[in-house]
């Protein structure tokens, strides 16, 4: 199969071009040109992997003039499904475990870009009758996420002993292996339903303390933390997985300690 990944120098983007290093692939980056690229390549699959999270002005050409440029290549191509990936802030806060048919209520802008990129994911999908979908992760780590996150932090705080000031939150966390092999079911699956919705996570949720005491537990240290109890998310963030578990026959092999075991041996940060 030939697959084209858009966000290959990212942290998930850079684990599926691993995953599906046995396929054809083509790592795209964002100093070329996608349309032409796409031309070129001709992909069987297009996963859409590419986002920006922080900056506001770049937002809408990235997650919403990405998407909009593959989606024209399956329309054109129509033999050329698409994965899009969009992310569980799109529900916004909610007393209870979010699944995939709960209404959206975006709370920032980098929410607001991924929920008009799955309503034109869904558009394009089902007037055109393509093999578009798009997956929400929730909290994917890994030892490749980007060195300011939560887990890097902890690395260094547990493997060099530097200082780290620790608040509280929760998150449904999902080591990126699991993460891709979900994605990797996906993708064999003839049940992909045009415009579906599929979310992505442990189903678990775990608070920061839960994670800092799972550093400890694995690592036998202690760590150089000092922890505030301020809690800077919703009291909820969890992920309702029986669509994924159900259709797709996925299960996570890692726990979150069995995950943060892997993270500490092979994770390397400054």
Known sequence: MKIFITGSTGFIGKNLVSYFKDHEVFAYTRDMSLADELVKFKPDLIINSAAEIYNKDKMLLANVGIPHVCLEYVKANPTCS??????????????????????????????????????????????????????????????????????????????????????????DFCYIDDFVEAIGLIVASHKRIPGEIINISSGVQSSNIDVLNAFKQVSGKQGNVTFEDRFVTPPIWKCNNKLIKTKYNWTPAHTLAQGIEKFLTKAIYE
């Open 82 to 171: 698409m994965i899009q990936l969009g992310t569980s802030s799109e529900y916004g806060p909610l007393n209870r475990a979010s699944k995939e048919t709960d209404r959206v209520k975006p709370q920032d802008e980098y929410a607001v870009s991924k929920v008009a990129a799955t309503v034109m994911c869904q558009k394009y999908a089902m007037t055109y009758n393509l093999d578009v979908i798009v997956v929400r992760p929730y909290s994917p780590f890994g030892p490749d996420e980007q060195s300011h996150r939560l887990f890097p932090n902890l690395w260094r705080s547990f493997t060099l002993g530097t200082p780290m000031k620790l608040v509280n939150g929760v998150h």
